[in-house]
């Protein structure tokens, strides 16, 4: 089927797709709404979720097969017969948004015109795991999402396509992450279009700047209220709403939600006042929504009614 795109009339291609996540499902949709054939789609496998452990497919999994879509879900694509099973599909490219397995090189090479990924940031800045909570986390000012070509190396490839964006100061990893996702689905339909008609430009990454995205360790999820106000703000926004940071008050953890900047001094920790004004290493925050361990979700005024933190408490 022929599709046009401005002065360009390009075929749909024969794909195979590879992702996980719910960032992976805006490109999936258009890549299927733009008439390309999407033979077989890759995902991690299922895995036990919610409290009676029972396994669950990812979100990519489940919407390929509510659309009739072969699923493959292997635990590794090293094994000879799993990377022939790959070949046999005869596809012109891979597509990999957030897959979470490593490609071996048998599989880079297997489709027409090679494997591409689309990443959440400006390569090479945030190559790896977590690229958009890493990008807020670590207070950058923008960053967008990008499609590469696929090398061995980790998200080391030339890079196809570009998207930036500002990351505004009330952003958090929920709305970047919409955000990118359905700019990248946009990103990547013009992208294959260009490739289809040997019109897309490569270009290598810059060999300064590389910094790395490791996935986000529950370790690194408390707060520490030594840090400064403007840290502490970056990382609440980073991980929220999951896997959430975290303080403790009354022997039970609290995740901070939201937050906003606030002005007084204190020992870290404290209270400054009723409204959950705490006192940082240097600075203030104020919180605005948080989720006490096995409840939902409350705005900070809320919260206080059934459990106040007066002047002068110390959050853990």
Not at 82 to 108: C, H, M, S, T, W
Not at 114 to 140: C, E, K, T, V, Y
Not at 141 to 170: C, K, N, W, Y
Not at 227 to 240: H, K, N, Q, V, Y
Request: net charge neutral; proline share 8%.
């Amino acid at each position: 089927m022929a599709r046009q795109f401005g002065h360009v009339r390009a075929m749909s291609l024969r794909l195979a797709f590879m992702g996980s996540p719910a960032f992976a499902l805006p490109a999936l949709q258009a890549l299927i709404e733009a008439g390309h054939d999407v033979a077989c789609v890759y995902s991690q496998p299922p895995r036990p979720a919610g409290r009676g452990k029972q396994e669950r497919p990812t979100p990519v999994h489940a919407f390929a097969a509510a659309h009739g879509i072969e699923v493959r879900t292997p635990k590794s694509l090293k094994r000879a017969d799993e990377q022939e099973r790959f070949a046999a599909l005869n596809i012109d490219a891979a597509i990999v948004v957030a897959y979470g397995l490593i490609l071996p090189k048998p599989i880079l090479d297997a489709p027409r015109l090679g494997a591409f990924n689309l990443h959440g940031s400006l390569l090479p800045r945030w190559r790896g795991a977590a690229p958009i909570q890493r990008a807020i986390m670590a207070g950058d000012h923008s960053t967008g999402v990008q499609v590469m070509r696929m090398e061995e190396g980790l998200d080391t490839g030339p890079v196809l396509a570009t998207f930036e964006t500002a990351i505004e100061f009330d952003d958090n990893y929920a709305t970047l992450h919409d955000r990118l996702a359905a700019a990248g689905a946009r990103l990547l339909i013009d992208t294959l279009a260009k490739i289809e008609c040997g019109e897309s430009v490569e270009t290598p990454q810059p060999e300064a700047g590389v910094t790395y995205a490791h996935k986000i360790t529950p370790a690194e999820t408390r707060i520490d209220w030594k840090r400064p106000a403007r840290e502490i703000d970056c990382m609440i926004r980073g991980l929220s709403p999951a896997p959430g940071a975290w303080f403790e008050w009354e022997g039970v953890r609290v995740k901070a939600l939201h937050a906003r900047l606030g002005q007084g001094r204190g020992e870290p920790g404290e209270a400054l006042d009723d409204a959950l004004l705490i006192a940082c290493g240097e600075g203030a925050v104020r919180l605005l929504r948080v989720q006490r361990e096995g409840r939902g979700p409350l705005d900070a005024d809320v919260f206080l009614r059934g459990s106040p933190v007066p002047i002068g408490s110390k959050l853990g």
